[in-house]
């Protein structure tokens, strides 16, 4: 009886280690800066991005900074590949999704 809990115990933690996925950071992303709403006045919107991750991991809730830094990665990654030098979280994070604004601040006219 002990080895079966005992097993169950170790299938479960593989599975939960298996199930957070790390999110990379691109060089271009890297270069993106995360401004607040007041701070890209005189920047060109781009456009936006719809981020999502996974909130949960086996029923458990993951720690809200972790998806939080996860998201704006992606957001960075997006950016990058929109012609983008900096994101603007547009929405809150609901149940692991954040929608970000995509601006050109450096050189917006060009």
């Keep these: 009886m002990k080895l079966n809990i ?4 170790i299938i479960g933690l593989t ?4 199930s957070c996925a790390t999110v990379k950071l691109t060089d271009g ?11 890209v006045s005189s920047c060109r919107l781009l ?8 909130a949960t991991a086996l029923g458990v809730p993951r720690p809200e900074e972790t998806i939080g830094n996860e998201l ?3 957001a960075s990654n997006s950016a990058s ?3 983008g030098d900096t994101i603007v979280p547009f929405t ?13 601040c450096v050189n917006p006219d060009g």
């Design 15 to 18: 599975l939960l280690l298996g």
């Design 47 to 54: 456009g936006q991005t719809n981020t999502s991750v996974t």
């Design 81 to 83: 590949n929109m012609g």
């Design 6 to 9: 005992r097993l169950v115990e």
């Design 92 to 104: 809150v994070i609901t149940e692991g999704q954040q929608v970000f604004q995509v601006y050109k």
């Design 29 to 39: 992303g890297s270069k993106i800066r995360v401004l607040a709403p007041s701070e």
């Design 72 to 74: 704006a990665t992606i």
